[in-house]
């Protein structure tokens, strides 16, 4: 049977999937959000493994598995995606991303389009005009943020994600608070916050429509962070896109239907030819 194994690349802990025989098509790179880890992506996982396809999904640093013993910034997360890229081999690539993966996901394609082979683009943003939601900006602030996170109990994250999603269970509450296992990685999520200004994407404009490859806009339609607008704006703007909206999702679209959402991702890659 096709399986979903957890393994390390140095200091990098991923999920890859295990398919029956050789895989097929391009493998599939996912890239995940915050607060979140690899873990947000079982299900598809498990879907792309029972389609034959090879696919992998790292824990960031900080997040899940992996330890941060690095800087954190949205620059040092793009280095950590290419290096382990490097580190597995892995040619061109479907790229699959949501929230903060679409940010450093998408930077990273634009710097390296012969790596990329389709995109998945979910409850994200990449616009240099974009505005920052309450909760990200309290982080920003000086003060404030740590505050924040100084302050967070694992009952209070749970509630919190709770409100936001209906996919959000015990074990994935576990593996996500994990995001707040020590000091440094609860200053983790500053370092990546503060990073943030929308005003470095300048130089990316018209660089996803430049890569020219099949992309998927895929959306949960009732998100409070990332609105339905930017999914009709990314559909628009890249011209060889097409977009799927989950009516009854949030920004957490992945927890709240995973059964659409991988339906989606996989009936793309094969109608891709990928």
Excluded at 50 to 69: I, K, T
Aim: with cysteine.
């Amino acid at each position: 049977m096709p399986s979903v194994e957890v393994q390390k690349a140095g200091e990098i802990a991923y999920r890859e999937t295990v398919p029956d025989g050789e895989p097929s098509g391009a493998p599939v790179l996912l890239i995940h959000g915050y607060p979140e880890s690899s873990f947000m992506w079982r299900d598809l996982l498990a879907a792309l493994a029972e389609s034959r396809r090879r696919a992998v999904a790292p824990d960031l640093p900080g997040y899940g598995n992996s330890p941060l013993q690095r800087e954190a910034t949205w620059e040092s997360h793009m280095e950590v995606v290419e290096d382990f890229r490097e580190t597995l081999g892995l040619d061109r690539v479907a790229l699959v991303v949501h929230d903060w993966g679409g940010l450093i996901g998408l930077r990273w394609a634009a710097e390296h389009p012969d790596a990329v082979a389709a995109l998945v683009i979910s409850n994200t943003g990449f616009f240099p005009d974009g505005k920052w939601h309450g909760m990200a900006k309290i982080l920003q602030t000086e003060g404030q943020g740590e505050q924040a996170v100084d302050a967070m109990t694992r009952e209070a994250f749970a509630e919190f994600l709770r409100s936001l999603g209906r996919g959000f269970d015990d074990a994935a509450i576990d593996e996500y608070w994990k995001a707040f296992g020590d000091e440094r990685r609860r200053r983790g999520q500053l370092e990546l916050y503060r990073s943030g200004d929308f005003s470095k994407l300048e130089p990316y404009e018209g660089r996803l429509a430049a890569l020219d490859v099949p992309t998927l806009v895929l959306w949960g339609e009732q998100d409070q962070f990332a609105s339905i607008a930017a999914a009709h704006r990314f559909h628009r703007e890249i011209p060889r896109s097409e977009l799927v909206l989950i009516s009854d999702a949030g920004h957490f679209a992945f927890e709240d239907d995973p059964q659409r959402c991988a339906q989606a991702v996989t009936g793309f890659l094969e109608e891709a030819g990928l």
